[in-house]
Nanobody, 120 residues
Framework: QVQLAESGGGVVQPGGSLRLSCAASGSFLFVYDMAWYRQAPGKQRKEVATISSSGSTYVLDSVKDRFTISRENAENTMWLQMRNLKPEDTAIYYC??????????????WGQGTQVTVSS
């Protein structure tokens, strides 16, 4: 009933930019916090940025000067604007959202991930 769909990944040269998007769809009442995670091969999934329904944000220190998280509540969408990308940013990026569904309460949902590859 509830799905998160990510898009915007791809292959980019160092110094390039990408804009990831995540949209929630289905039957739900409200989307609370949303977040971006990334997972590089052989490493644990790591939180990159979060944004609350009120617009409060957190961004990982190592990317804070390059990444910007935003959302549009009316469209239940979230974006991650990434600039000056570096090879170490290469990972699968996942969308996460806490969503309130009638009869189920608040539940965490995950997208299937979108690959970001930064390479010369």
């Amino acid at each position: 009933q509830v799905q998160l769909a990510e898009s915007g990944g791809g292959v980019v040269q160092p110094g390039g930019s990408l804009r990831l998007s995540c949209a929630a769809s289905g039957s739900f009442l409200f989307v609370y916090d949303m977040a971006w995670y990334r997972q590089a091969p052989g490493k644990q999934r790591k939180e990159v940025a979060t944004i609350s329904s009120s617009g409060s944000t957190y961004v990982l220190d190592s990317v804070k000067d390059r990444f910007t998280i935003s959302r549009e509540n009316a469209e239940n969408t979230m974006w991650l604007q990434m600039r000056n990308l570096k090879p170490e940013d290469t990972a699968i990026y996942y969308c996460n959202a806490e969503i309130y569904v009638a009869g189920c309460g608040a539940k965490a949902y995950w997208g299937q991930g979108t690959q970001v590859t930064v390479s010369s």
